[in-house]
């Protein structure tokens, strides 16, 4: 059996090995991405959009949160399980961000927390890894302030704005987080970033000199279709597949094809007596 995934585990693979991250949401996906070896699995708030059905991450909730984390941490045995802290849960005081990271831990078995912000989020991390809640940094395009940012966006594309990263990059190590997403970046900052910290950097459309690579899985397998980022590359297209099995299954239904002999239970007795016994 392979041995569970650590913080530390992830902190030794910086400039080594590549590391690899997908978002899960319930625990069949969760059961099959840790069985291929994802090294990280994401419980993102971008279930908000992919699985609830919300326009934005921001009205996701705590309590749903942790209701798809519980689902991926029961069944993963050794991926490191990272739950998105939702919009709401830690900007307003240290105290919360605390008390909302260790429930992550404590009622949902995740392993981390992920949280977005720069610099200005530097005192909620030192906090949270004080307390004992390992923390994942997220910059770039932060989609729950997306709006402030002037919509979904590629960030960091002149020099003062490059710097504001750059900088809320290394405070964020500074304060303890122990990896560091970077969003939709332009690959040359990317690889500057990567190379001014000392904890590993996962990009999603940050080119390829991240330390690692993250997509939502709904993306990756081409399930989600009301629109399609410039960076996401689809390894499969399962939403055609899905309708052409259902449309399948309502023609041979409504045909009487199915249920087939093969698919029915026999018994063992003759049930032609409850006729007599009902007349």
């Given at each position: 059996?392979?041995?569970?995934?650590?913080?530390k585990?992830?902190?030794?693979?910086k400039?080594?090995?590549?590391?690899t991250?997908?978002t899960?949401?319930d625990?069949?996906?969760?059961?099959?991405?840790?069985?291929?070896?994802i090294?990280?699995?994401?419980?993102?708030?971008?279930?908000?959009?992919?699985?609830?059905?919300y326009?934005?991450?921001?009205p996701?909730?705590?309590?749903?949160?942790?209701?798809?984390?519980?689902a991926?941490?029961?069944?993963?045995?050794?991926?490191?399980?990272v739950?998105?802290?939702?919009?709401?849960?830690?900007?307003?005081?240290?105290?919360?961000a605390?008390s909302?990271?260790?429930?992550?831990?404590?009622e949902?078995?995740c392993?981390?927390?992920?949280?977005?912000?720069?610099?200005?989020?530097a005192?909620?991390?030192?906090?949270?890894?004080?307390?004992?809640?390992?923390?994942?940094?997220?910059v770039?395009?932060?989609?729950?302030?997306?709006?402030?940012?002037?919509g979904?966006?590629?960030?960091?594309r002149?020099?003062?704005?490059?710097?504001?990263?750059?900088?809320?990059?290394?405070?964020?190590?500074?304060?303890g987080?122990?990896a560091?997403?970077?969003?939709?970046?332009?690959?040359?900052l990317?690889?500057?970033?990567?190379g001014?910290v000392s904890?590993p950097?996962?990009?999603?459309?940050?080119?390829?000199?991240?330390?690692?690579?993250?997509?939502?899985?709904?993306?990756?397998?081409?399930?989600?279709?009301?629109?399609?980022?410039?960076?996401?590359?689809?390894?499969?297209r399962?939403?055609?597949?899905?309708?052409?099995?259902?449309?399948?299954?309502k023609?041979e239904?409504e045909?009487g094809?199915?249920?087939?002999?093969?698919?029915?239970?026999?018994?063992?007795?003759?049930?032609?007596?409850?006729?007599t016994d009902?007349q």
């Amino acid at each position: 059996m392979t041995e569970k995934r650590t913080v530390k585990d992830i902190l030794a693979r910086k400039g080594r090995e590549k590391l690899t991250m997908l978002t899960a949401y319930d625990a069949s996906m969760a059961r099959l991405l840790d069985e291929e070896g994802i090294d990280i699995l994401l419980v993102g708030d971008s279930l908000g959009m992919v699985v609830l059905g919300y326009d934005s991450t921001v009205p996701v909730t705590m309590d749903e949160m942790l209701h798809h984390c519980r689902a991926v941490s029961r069944v993963t045995r050794a991926a490191l399980v990272v739950g998105d802290m939702p919009f709401g849960s830690y900007q307003g005081s240290t105290d919360a961000a605390v008390s909302n990271g260790i429930r992550f831990l404590k009622e949902a078995g995740c392993d981390a927390v992920k949280l977005e912000g720069g610099a200005e989020m530097a005192d909620v991390v030192r906090a949270l890894t004080r307390a004992g809640v390992p923390v994942m940094g997220h910059v770039g395009l932060t989609p729950q302030t997306a709006g402030q940012l002037g919509g979904y966006k590629v960030q960091g594309r002149d020099l003062e704005s490059a710097r504001t990263m750059l900088a809320g990059a290394k405070a964020l190590t500074e304060a303890g987080i122990f990896a560091l997403v970077l969003e939709c970046v332009p690959g040359d900052l990317a690889a500057i970033v990567t190379g001014a910290v000392s904890v590993p950097t996962i990009g999603i459309g940050a080119g390829s000199g991240c330390d690692g690579q993250v997509l939502v899985i709904n993306d990756l397998l081409g399930l989600f279709e009301q629109f399609r980022p410039a960076f996401v590359k689809q390894y499969a297209r399962l939403a055609p597949e899905v309708r052409k099995a259902v449309t399948a299954f309502k023609a041979e239904v409504e045909q009487g094809v199915f249920p087939a002999g093969e698919h029915t239970f026999g018994a063992s007795v003759d049930f032609s007596s409850l006729l007599t016994d009902e007349q």
